[in-house]
Structure formats: C-alpha cells, structure tokens
C-alpha cells in the first residue's frame, strides 16, 4: 500500500513518525509525504497548547477533503491530540478512520492494514512503557539529524500537559543510543542534535548510571562536527555537565535552558524548581566557563498571578541577562493542568499585549547581539544555495534548524550543501546575518 505520512508538532514527534515510517517500509508498504494518491494519510499530531490543536485539526479537515475528492482513501490520526482528545474526535471528526495513541506508535503497520481492511483501529496502548529503539527513516536534511534519548517527563509543570500524553520519563539506554548515533554518523550526519523534553535528567531512571554528561562524552568520539543540545532544564545542570561542554570541542556552546519567568512567585506557581537568584548564578557560571555561549530560552507571558509587576520583573531580567534567543508563549489555559485551575486567571488580552511587549524587547537584544557579530569571521554550516536572494544560506553555532536566524553569504566557487565554511559577516538582514566566504 502507499502509506503518507505528515508530521506536526516538535523534533521529538518528528522522531516518532520516522520511527512509524520505517515500520511501514519493512513491511513492504511505499511511503511518501504526499497524501494526494495514498491508500492512506498518517497524520502525527501535537496537542500540547491551543495553537497546535488548532493546526491539527486544521489539517485533518485538509485531508478529509482529499478524501472527498477520492485523491485518499483513508486517515489515521495519530500522537498527542489522539491521545487527549479521542473521544472528541470520534464525534466532531468522524472523517478520522482510526486513531494511534502516542503509546502505540510501533503499531502503526497493524493500523494501517486494519483501516484498509475497512475495520476503524483505535490503538491506545502504555504511555509508560512505549518502544524507542529501532529503525527510523531520518526526513531531516542528510547532514542534520536528531537523536532522541529519552521519553516523556517527571517534571510535573502546573502549566504543562506533557506528562499525560507521554508518560513518566523514560531514559533510552547508552547502548541503543551510540548504536544509533554511529549509524548516524556513517551516513554523513554532521549535526547532531540531542533531544527529550529534559536532556539533563537523561540516566537518572537507569540502573547502570548513566548520565548526559557520560552519554556526551561518548558521543564526541563520533564522527560528528557539531553536536547541539535541546533543552536542558537549570535546576539539574551540574558542575561536571559544564565542564563536558566546555571541554568538548564537538558541543556547540548554543545552550536551550527554558526558564519560563524570572519572577519567584510565578516560578514557584508554574512548580518550577529553580529561583531567579539560581538561574541568574546558573548563566553566571556557564559564560564564566564560555565565554562565547549563546543561550536560548522559553517564556511564558500571563500565567495566573502574573500582574505589572511580575511582569515588569521578567522585562527587567531579560534587560540584565541579554538573552540571545527566546521563543516567549502566551499562557494557554489547557484542561488538566493545574494552572487552568488558579485563581487570578490574566485577561488573555492582556497577555497578549505581554507577548508583543517581551517579542520586542527581544528582538533589540538579538539586533544588538548581531550587531556585535560584524566584522567576525565565523563557521558556518551550509544548507545550500537561495535562487530568490542569489546567494547561499547557512547557519552559525548559535542558531538551530528551523528556530533561529540564518547567514546569507556569497562565495566565489560551488559549495556543496552540508560543507562547513568560514564566512566573514559584513551586515545583517532582517534578523538574519550576511557576509562572504572567507578563502
């Protein structure tokens, strides 16, 4: 059968479809990304805030159209909003065939042959015990490539829904994880970005001791050009998790540590465990071992209790801090959380209102940030070349794919997409950096 398959959501839901899609393709069945002309469509979806519901099932309604077009004959909805919302989507989206809980993603060829078989699979199985080894089909650019290396969280954020969609936290073992970065590696990836819902937690559940440090140590041994880090969480960042990534050349000293506020009663609220006094000592210490780190950070504006002057408090610690890079997110009130229950809820268009206000700050701290960056000669990783702007495009160290900037250069000869180059930057461009190649 032609089996498509559309991703939505973050890098880690991205995992769990290549995952399904070489299931598919061991089973004998073609895969593709296109759904026009499928047997059948396998939508992954994210659930996690209103925004992302919203897209998921914007898109389901755009392959019940093709459905109703007979350019697909079936659609299976799998990942989060199957798994939150089942019942509702049996009743306001009967255009869904069957659905895949995110505990049953390794049964996605028996869904498939059922759907076909006209029977309406709906397969829930252990959020707790999910399979995440094995094969996967990286969709990713050749030289770019996640490695996820653990499952769900412990965490317990008032704010967060994660927990109850992908269970406890789940740590792969060091074995499967170097077997499959070698893989990795032998297939010409050059970045490789270490991923879970909290990378610094990664060993704490296995009995042998593992730990990210370790696990990072190992991994440098690879044939890796740069290795990047998605997300460490500041209260489990150590003295020797430090020290590894100063050491390790490989480690870009690009460091994704969400922090969600800056004020202690709202961090205190969002049952985070880290202090503004912490966090602050925590940035100290990691510029003081690297001096050239750009960290990245989450934000959430308009949680309950976050009035002026919470608010002005956060504004006033990205002033000091200067951040690099920050997604901000306006507080979504999401149904089984312990923030959607508070008292104190802010008018969302008052946190709105924060979101532009926080976004525009920002985006002066990132202005004077490339701003510094002139006249640098820096690595660049090349992603081929831009007909529309008539030069090639590239990221530095400090922007990940598909989040942050770009670089916009030029170069006298042919650069194959996947090269490392070193560019001088002369200007910057809309948020994104331009220079030449330097010879």
């Known amino acids: 059968m032609n089996v498509a398959f559309i991703s939505l959501g973050c890098a880690k839901n991205l995992v769990n479809t290549e995952q399904m899609m070489a299931l598919c393709r061991a089973a004998g069945h073609t895969v593709t990304g296109d759904p026009e002309g499928a047997d059948v469509a396998v939508l992954n979806t994210c659930g996690f805030i209103e925004s992302a519901k919203s897209e998921a099932i914007d898109s389901i309604l755009e392959l019940a159209e093709l459905k109703n077009r007979g350019k697909l004959k079936k659609l299976l909805v799998a990942g989060c909003l199957s798994q939150r919302y089942p019942d509702g989507i049996r009743a306001e989206l009967p255009e869904a065939d069957g659905l895949l809980g995110t505990g049953s993603y390794t049964d996605i060829v028996s869904a498939v042959e059922q759907v076909m078989a006209e029977e309406r699979p709906e397969l829930f199985g252990d959020i707790h015990r999910t399979f995440e080894d094995g094969e996967r089909w990286v969709t990713t650019p050749p030289w770019t490539a996640y490695l996820k290396i653990a499952e769900g969280c412990s965490n317990g954020c008032a704010f967060c829904v994660i927990p109850k969609l992908r269970g406890r936290y789940r740590s792969r073992s060091m074995e499967a994880l170097l077997k499959e970065a070698k893989g990795l590696a032998d297939s010409g990836v050059r970045e490789l970005i270490v991923i879970a819902q909290d990378i610094t937690r990664y060993g704490q559940d296995l009995e042998e001791g593992a730990s990210l440090a370790g696990l990072l140590t190992e991994l440098c041994r690879l044939d890796f050009h740069w290795i990047r880090l998605h997300y460490l969480y500041p209260e489990a960042v150590t003295d020797e998790l430090i020290e590894v990534i100063a050491r390790e050349r490989k480690i870009v000293h690009y460091l994704d540590i969400p922090i969600q506020h800056a004020n202690d009663g709202i961090l205190k609220a969002m049952r985070r465990r880290s202090t503004r006094a912490e966090i602050e000592a925590l940035f100290g210490r990691l510029r003081s071992a690297m001096p050239d780190v750009v960290i990245r950070t989450s934000l959430i504006c ?69 701003e510094q960056r002139l006249g640098a000669c820096m690595e660049v990783l090349c992603e081929g070349f831009d007909a529309e702007a008539g030069c090639y495009t590239g990221r530095t160290y400090a922007d990940s794919v598909d989040i942050d900037g770009r670089v916009l250069f030029t170069a006298a000869g042919v650069i194959p997409a996947g090269t490392f180059v070193w560019v001088r930057i002369t200007g910057v461009s809309d948020g994104d950096l331009t220079g030449e190649m330097e010879e």
């Not at 919470?310 to 901000?328: D, P, S, T, Y």
């Open 302 to 370: 308009g949680l309950p209790g976050e009035g002026e002057a919470e608010f002005e408090e956060l504004c006033g610690f990205l002033r000091e801090q200067k951040l690099q890079r920050a997604g901000v997110f306006q507080f979504s009130p999401e149904e089984g959380t312990l923030a959607a229950a508070m008292e104190n809820q802010v008018d969302p268009e008052t946190a709105a209102r924060r979101v532009e206000l926080v976004v525009d700050l920002q985006s002066r701290i990132m202005d004077g940030y490339n």
